[in-house]
């Protein structure tokens, strides 16, 4: 492994995450994240003869100031400051990237990548952001040795610098070596991080757990859904159809064995009393009350029964708008405690028009709750009066002569609600089609032209179609949107809806036996009306896998806060008492009984770690490689080299430093004046022989080697020794 390249390998690799942290937070516009994107990929590729270039020198001179003046004017425009700061020094990160220039500026990579993960804490702490701060941990004390290794050659041997032999250090050379790092060492180097992961959890988990409003600047990003604010447009929903961002997560009462791959169930989000024409729907009514709670509960219509209503888990992300999804005939709400009694504080819910629940809470907060369901038989009684029934009831005036025709043609002959409504619901569903392109949406009547020309459309032409189509044959009823079900998870044992799930469907007011209440009818076929599928094979497992993980990281990480941590160390504490219980513990400790277990445990211990140890160093020696006998062998020929050298030294020979040991002991040998000059000459042959030619030094060669050396140096060797003008004087 190339010294040099491993360590810019290593930086880059930094840089890539820190840079990474930050634009897959989904907090930067598309037009930055993209401009990111291409000036990361040109860093990477600038090669090592444009980083020394004079070009390179200006970039990273005038480009940072530019790119400032631009942020600026972008602030005075009225851009968010934190964005900016961010795009900056992810900007800052490239343009250093790719004018680096030796072991400082990549100290200051490193630097600004671990400045871009802290930046990742405020703008996403999603599972993005873990796989970038796990892949940084593990790679940072590999990159900052070799850093460290990088300054302290450039920084010890400069231009024209020798060795302690004599020899001229080519620091280019040093850098292209294979010889100063390998494998091995890297792998050992990188596992300094295990250490330092242990000990980050423990604080993790140990320090307290408290609120921090000081930290103002939070990320305001959550997914934007169509379809659930006050108004909707024919022409603009349906094309997140094909999204696949996970928004909900939900375990039913109940699986089969084993689990559906699909589970159709409507999610109510918001719904619409109001149709203007021009496919435009809105809401009369802008009205909100707070919901009130029992403890953890929230009651909707009666306290809830887990012995009688069925009872679903729920995991919503954060969306714009905060709507709450619910199944149909949801009775009350609760907010789930974690083990050992603690509950977290749940956000305050308001009940707006048409029975759209809404909750406050911080737009990056995943909301937990199980919904109480009442079962299928519950007769439920939801008085309806004339006022809101007129509201239910109204059509716009420019609605089409023969739409209206077409609602008395379908239900002639039927006298209840009920039956009007399986009746239109059938034709929709059985004579028209389901496509995502909505070819009627730039109509200026698009439920005419549905339901005349174009005979196919998205969700939402069925759902207002049937509205209409109801409401002309005076059936009371509200457009609703919501989610449709979704796909089976099998790592994390949830089903996943996604954006692409979003659907829509009606509500329509049946009365029968002198009590009224909202039944749900779906026109659309079933082709759009369940759960999209995502791809199957490598790909879909790889799906199901990253979403798994993304759930336990918001659960357990993101979401690991202050009676989650009480939850823990109860448990902890428990687990500890029964382990106690169960060896013995406390009654060894009180009636005086030796602590031999563990002593033994600690004696066991040191026996395996020093029986590691031992199998270690001897794989170690028997497994050397050429390469490693090789620099061994360079390494002690060095070294006896150097104490002959300080031996000659002590005899008033000292060697110039321009001189090579072995022309140096040749001029000695040709001077003649040096009795010793011999002997020091086939030392240094030998020396140039195991050093450079490869020929190997037996350990009697070493000792003989030392012994000719210490002769050499003795006092006793004065007058054999000393040069001729040395003794004259």
């Given at each position: 492994?190339?010294?040099g390249?491993?360590?810019r390998?290593?930086?880059s690799?930094?840089?890539?995450?820190?840079v990474?942290a930050?634009?897959?937070?989904?907090a930067?516009p598309?037009?930055?994240?993209?401009l990111?994107l291409?000036?990361?990929?040109g860093a990477?590729?600038?090669?090592?003869?444009?980083?020394?270039s004079?070009?390179a020198?200006?970039?990273?001179?005038?480009?940072?100031?530019?790119?400032?003046?631009?942020?600026?004017l972008?602030?005075?425009?009225?851009?968010?400051?934190?964005?900016?700061?961010?795009e900056?020094?992810?900007?800052?990160?490239i343009?250093?990237?790719?004018?680096?220039?030796?072991?400082?500026?990549?100290?200051?990579?490193?630097l600004?990548?671990?400045?871009?993960?802290?930046?990742?804490?405020?703008?996403?702490k999603?599972?993005a952001?873990?796989?970038?701060?796990?892949?940084?941990?593990?790679?940072?004390?590999?990159?900052?040795?070799l850093?460290?290794l990088?300054?302290?050659?450039?920084?010890n041997?400069?231009?024209?610098?020798?060795?302690?032999?004599?020899?001229?250090?080519?620091?280019p050379r040093?850098?292209?070596s294979?010889?100063v790092?390998?494998?091995?060492f890297?792998a050992?180097?990188c596992?300094l991080?295990?250490p330092?992961?242990?000990?980050?959890?423990?604080?993790?988990?140990?320090?307290?757990?408290?609120?921090?409003?000081?930290?103002?600047?939070?990320?305001?990003h959550?997914?934007r859904?169509?379809?659930?604010s006050?108004?909707?447009d024919?022409s603009?929903?349906g094309a997140?159809?094909?999204?696949p961002?996970v928004?909900?997560?939900?375990?039913p009462p109940a699986?089969?064995d084993?689990p559906?791959?699909?589970?159709?169930?409507r999610?109510?989000?918001?719904?619409?009393?109001?149709?203007?024409?021009?496919?435009?729907w809105?809401?009369t009514?802008?009205?909100?009350?707070?919901?009130?709670?029992?403890?953890s509960?929230?009651?909707l219509?009666?306290?809830?029964?887990?012995d009688?209503?069925?009872?679903?888990?729920?995991e919503?992300?954060?969306?714009e708008?905060t709507?709450?999804?619910?199944?149909a005939?949801?009775?009350?709400?609760?907010?789930p405690?974690?083990a050992?009694?603690?509950?977290?504080?749940p956000?305050?819910?308001?009940?707006?028009?048409?029975?759209t629940?809404r909750?406050?809470?911080?737009?990056?907060?995943v909301?937990?709750?199980?919904a109480?369901?009442?079962?299928?038989?519950?007769?439920?009684d939801e008085?309806?009066?004339?006022?809101?029934?007129?509201?239910?009831?109204?059509?716009p005036?420019?609605?089409?002569?023969r739409?209206?025709?077409?609602?008395r043609?379908?239900t002639?002959?039927?006298?209840?609600?009920?039956?009007?409504?399986a009746?239109?619901q059938?034709h929709?569903?059985?004579?028209?089609?389901?496509?995502?392109?909505a070819?009627?949406?730039?109509k200026?009547d698009?439920i005419?032209d549905?339901?005349?020309?174009?005979?196919?459309g998205?969700?939402?032409?069925?759902?207002?179609a049937?509205?209409?189509l109801?409401r002309?044959?005076?059936?009371p009823?509200?457009?609703?949107?919501?989610?449709?079900?979704?796909?089976y998870?099998r790592?994390?044992?949830?089903?996943?809806?996604?954006?692409?799930d979003?659907?829509?469907?009606?509500?329509a007011?049946?009365?029968?036996h002198g009590?009224?209440?909202?039944?749900?009818?779906?026109?659309?076929?079933?082709?759009?009306?369940?759960?999209?599928?995502?791809?199957?094979?490598?790909?879909?497992?790889?799906?199901?896998?990253f979403?798994?993980?993304?759930?336990?990281w918001?659960?357990?990480?993101?979401?690991?806060?202050?009676?989650?941590?009480?939850?823990l160390?109860?448990r902890?504490?428990?687990?500890l008492?029964s382990?106690?219980?169960h060896?013995?513990?406390?009654?060894?400790?009180r009636?005086?009984a030796?602590?031999?277990?563990?002593?033994?445990?600690?004696?066991a211990?040191?026996?395996?770690?020093?029986?590691?140890?031992?199998?270690?160093?001897?794989?170690?020696v028997?497994?050397?490689?050429p390469?490693?006998?090789?620099a061994r062998?360079q390494?002690?020929?060095?070294?006896?080299?150097?104490?002959?050298?300080?031996?000659?030294?002590?005899?008033?020979?000292?060697?110039?430093r321009?001189?090579p040991?072995?022309?140096?002991?040749?001029?000695?040998r040709?001077?003649?004046?040096?009795?010793?000059?011999?002997?020091?000459w086939?030392?240094?042959?030998?020396?140039?022989?195991?050093?450079?030619?490869?020929?190997?030094?037996?350990?009697?060669?070493?000792?003989?080697?030392?012994?000719?050396?210490a002769?050499?140096?003795?006092?006793?060797?004065?007058?054999?020794t000393t040069?001729?003008?040395?003794?004259?004087t």
């Open positions: 492994m190339k010294f390249l491993t360590h390998a290593l930086t690799a930094l840089a890539t995450l820190g990474l930050i634009v897959l937070s989904g930067l598309k037009a930055s994240v993209a990111l291409l000036g990361l990929a990477l590729l600038a090669t090592e003869r444009f980083q020394q004079t070009a020198r200006y970039t990273a001179a005038i480009v940072p100031s530019v790119l400032l003046g631009v942020e600026l972008r602030f005075v425009g009225g851009a968010p400051m934190l964005d900016l700061a961010v900056f020094a992810a900007a800052l990160q343009v250093r990237l790719a004018t680096r220039r030796g072991a400082t500026h990549d100290q200051q990579v490193i600004l990548a671990l400045l871009h993960l802290v930046a990742g804490t405020v703008l996403d999603g599972i952001y873990g796989f970038c701060l796990f892949g940084f941990l593990l790679l940072a004390p590999g990159a900052l040795v850093s460290h990088r300054r302290e050659v450039e920084g041997y400069r231009q024209g610098a020798r060795d302690r032999t004599g020899l001229p250090v080519d620091v040093i850098l292209r294979r010889r790092i390998g494998p091995g890297l050992l180097t596992l991080s295990l330092i992961v242990v000990f980050t959890a423990l604080l993790f988990i140990l320090f307290p757990r408290v609120g921090l409003s000081l930290l103002l600047f939070q990320n305001q959550a997914l859904s169509t379809g659930f006050d108004t909707v024919l603009g929903v997140i159809r094909t999204d961002a928004v909900i997560r939900f375990r699986m089969s084993p559906a791959t699909r589970l159709v169930l999610l109510r989000g918001t719904a619409f009393d109001e149709y203007r024409g021009g496919g435009h809105s809401r009514s802008s009205d909100r009350t707070v919901l009130s709670r029992m403890g509960e929230v009651l219509s009666r306290p809830g029964d887990p009688r209503d069925a009872v679903y888990h729920f919503l992300e954060p969306l708008p709507v709450l999804f619910l199944p005939h949801t009775v009350a709400l609760r907010w405690a974690a050992g009694g603690a509950t977290s504080r956000p305050p819910l308001t009940r707006g028009a048409e029975e629940l909750y406050e809470a911080p737009p990056d907060r909301l937990r709750y199980d109480y369901v009442a079962p299928a038989g519950e007769l439920q008085a309806l009066s004339d006022r809101e029934r007129a509201r239910y009831l109204q059509l005036a420019e609605l089409s002569t739409t209206r025709e077409l609602a043609t379908w002639a002959g039927l006298a209840t609600s009920a039956q009007k409504a009746a239109i059938r929709l569903a059985t004579e028209y089609h389901y496509t995502l392109t070819p009627s949406g730039g200026p698009p005419d549905f339901l005349f020309v174009s005979h196919a998205h969700c939402e032409f069925f759902s207002t049937m509205s209409l109801l002309e044959v005076n059936v009823t509200r457009n609703v949107s919501g989610f449709v079900g979704g796909t998870n790592f994390g044992g949830f089903y996943a809806v996604r954006q692409g979003a659907h829509s469907w009606v509500e007011y049946l009365e029968a009590r009224g209440a909202w039944t749900t009818f779906d026109p659309t076929p079933a082709a759009g009306a369940q759960p999209i599928v995502e791809s199957a094979g490598v790909a879909g497992t790889l799906r199901e896998m979403e798994a993980i993304a759930q336990g918001d659960r357990y990480v993101i979401g690991y806060d202050l009676p989650t941590q009480v939850s160390m109860l902890m504490q428990r687990s008492d382990a106690r219980k060896v013995g513990y406390g009654d060894a400790v009636s005086g030796p602590l031999l277990r563990p002593l033994l445990l600690v004696l211990v040191l026996a395996l770690g020093g029986g590691a140890r031992w199998l270690w160093r001897r794989r170690r028997e497994t050397e490689t390469a490693t006998a090789r062998q390494r002690v020929a060095t070294e006896l080299w150097l104490q002959l050298e300080e031996a000659l030294s002590a005899r008033g020979v000292a060697r110039p321009n001189v040991p072995l022309r140096f002991t040749e001029q000695l040709a001077e003649g004046r040096w009795p010793f000059a011999d002997e020091a086939i030392l240094a042959t030998r020396y140039a022989e195991a050093r450079f030619g490869g020929v190997p030094l037996s350990a009697e060669e070493e000792r003989e080697f030392a012994r000719r050396v002769v050499i140096r003795r006092p006793d060797a004065h007058s054999a040069p001729p003008d040395a003794r004259a």
